[in-house]
Structures are given as structure tokens and as C-alpha cells.
């Protein structure tokens, strides 16, 4: 019963009560999208330190400023390889490509619900390296199977705007905000 009722809210877009709420409290990320708007991420060092850690370096070297988003399905969208800022989309250094550091693959008990950004990889409980991914919808069987880099605190309705090829037009750590949700 619990199972069906389950389905029926995830269907309905209403994450199930019984779905601990997540808010995380490091340090903050302002992504900025051309002609869309900006969001912001607020990071979690607490589920996965080594994995926050590294994308906080890449945002300060300006990594990912003028990186176009390569995935947009109704459920997800993702960006974070450096290729996407010339070449075609559809390219293999676009679909695989990265920052070239392999991380080890950070398990945490946060769900996949929407507004939840992680770090894709090759695989399940396998370490990323810099391509993000936003849920925009609740997958909670993705839970333990991607390391956690935090969540959207503000802004999601710019990330439910965003289209295939947008450009990232610029990512910056910034001094903490309060939460908008």
C-alpha cells in the first residue's frame, strides 16, 4: 500500500512525506545562465567532502563559465564538460569528458528528490568528476548511487527554463545567503 501511494505522488510531481527534508550548509554557488536567469546551489561537505571540495576548485578556476548544457530531459538536466564550449553536443568528449581527475565514489543517505544536484559518473557507486546534474524530478532509486553536491536553494524555476545548448555564462562560490527553499 505504502509502495502504491508512493507512486501515485511522485506521478502527482509531491515528493512522499515519509522523504526526510534535505538542506544543506556550505558554501554556496551562484550559475548564472545565459538568457535564463541564475540559481543557486548550496553545497554539502558534511555527505561528501572530497566531492564539494573539488567542484568548489573548479568553480574558483572558472572551469565551467561558458560551458553549454549538453543533457535536458524532464526529469534532469546536466553540464560540466569543457568541450561543450566548441564542440558539437553530440560529441564523445562532450558525453564523457571532464575536468580529467577521477574521484572516489562518496555514498550518502540523501534522496534524489528534485532541486538535488549530484555529480555523474560511468556508472551506479561510481567517483564523478565535474559534470553536474540537477533532478527536477523525484528519482528516489538513484539513492546511494551518485555522490551528493548539494541541493538548488534558490532559483529553480530558472533550472526548469533551461534548454539543451544554453551556456553556463558564469559559476562563482558566494557568501552564504538564506535558503529559498
Known amino acids: 500500500m505504502l509502495a502504491a501511494l508512493s507512486v501515485l505522488l511522485l506521478q502527482a510531481g ?3 512525506s515519509w522523504i526526510p527534508p534535505y538542506h544543506p550548509t556550505g558554501p554556496q554557488i551562484l550559475v548564472e545562465v545565459e538568457n535564463r536567469g541564475s540559481f543557486v546551489i548550496t553545497t ?3 555527505h561528501s567532502p572530497k566531492t564539494v571540495d573539488h567542484i568548489l576548485r573548479l ?3 572558472g572551469f565551467y563559465d561558458r ?3 549538453h543533457r535536458v530531459e524532464y526529469w534532469v ?4 564538460a569543457p568541450a561543450s564550449k566548441a564542440k558539437p553536443l553530440d560529441s564523445e568528449e562532450v558525453l564523457g569528458g571532464g575536468s ?3 574521484l572516489p565514489f562518496e555514498v550518502s543517505d540523501v534522496d534524489f528528490v528534485r532541486g538535488v544536484v549530484g555529480v555523474a559518473s560511468t556508472g ?3 567517483g564523478g568528476d565535474s559534470q553536474l546534474f540537477i533532478i527536477k524530478q523525484d528519482r528516489l532509486y538513484l539513492w546511494r548511487s551518485y555522490a551528493v553536491v548539494g541541493k538548488v536553494t534558490r532559483g529553480m524555476e530558472v533550472v526548469d527554463r533551461i534548454q539543451r545548448g544554453d551556456r553556463i555564462t558564469r559559476m562563482r562560490v558566494i557568501a552564504r545567503q538564506k535558503d529559498g527553499g
Open 44 to 46: 554539502d561537505p558534511v
Open 100 to 102: 580529467g581527475t577521477q
Open 59 to 61: 568553480v574558483r578556476k
Open 77 to 80: 538536466t546536466q553540464w560540466g
Open 67 to 69: 560551458q553549454r548544457v
Open 124 to 126: 551506479l557507486q561510481v
Open 14 to 16: 509531491q515528493t512522499p
